[in-house]
T-cell receptor, first 112, second 113 residues
């Protein structure tokens, strides 16, 4: 699975958009980009995934560059409850013996 | 739809004992994966089960084992506990269709004394 690079920490003001970047320059054509977050001592929470098109759901938007070498997770109106560690993961889109490889992620602090 | 449930939520054991943790996946999910999370090593993959068969295994010693039942529920067992086994153990389930996103349970916090 391709490796990802994320900034170790970011701050965001409450009510503003939080834009979390992720670099995955060695991503393969069949690898999806997944985002998870983990609030302290809880299980990781699935946020969104994408292959090459931009995606949006009730939690966030995922913007993937045209060359697929990087992506950005956007939380449109960050709240204090969005303070968490955010993980960007890439892995192939099949289910044969694949697991998710979590890096250190980005610690997002939403400030009042 | 109910999420992934794990029992027990907290556990204290002593060195040398063994422990069994349980995971019930989301209804309809047939794949169950287990992860260990520690402050030093982060989230590490233990193993994955699908249709009662171990399909993938991480780099952990043989003291860590698991199984899956016909109803997709899964258990993991750690024998001869060591202090370093103190961790949050997470279970995740997924459907067997693209793109296989995993949904995690709340975890079992194991403390070995």
């Amino acid at each position: 699975d391709a490796k990802t690079t994320q900034p170790p920490s970011m701050d965001c003001a409450e009510g503003r958009a939080a834009n979390l970047p992720c670099n995955h320059s060695t991503i393969s054509g069949n690898e999806y980009v997944y985002w998870y977050r983990q609030i302290h001592s809880q299980g990781p929470q699935y946020i969104i995934h994408g292959l090459k098109n931009n995606e949006t759901n009730e939690m966030a938007s995922l913007i993937i560059t045209e060359d697929r070498k990087s992506s950005t997770l956007i939380l449109p109106h960050a709240t204090l409850r969005d303070t968490a560690v955010y993980y960007c993961i890439v892995r192939v889109g099949n289910n044969y013996g694949q697991n998710f490889v979590f890096g250190p992620g980005t610690r997002l602090s939403v400030l009042p | 739809k109910a999420g992934v449930t794990q029992t027990p939520r907290y556990l204290i054991k002593t060195r040398g004992q063994q422990v069994t943790l349980s995971c019930s996946p989301i209804s309809g999910h047939r794949s169950v994966s287990w992860y260990q999370q520690t402050p030093g090593q982060g989230l590490q993959f233990l193993f994955e089960y699908f249709s009662e068969t171990q399909r993938n295994k991480g780099n952990f010693p043989g003291r860590f084992s698991g199984r899956q039942f016909s109803n997709s529920r899964s258990e993991m067992n750690v024998s001869t506990l060591e202090l370093g086994d103190s961790a949050l153990y997470l279970c995740a389930s997924s459907r067997d269709i693209l793109p296989y996103e995993q949904y995690f349970g709340p975890g079992t916090r194991l403390t070995v004394t």
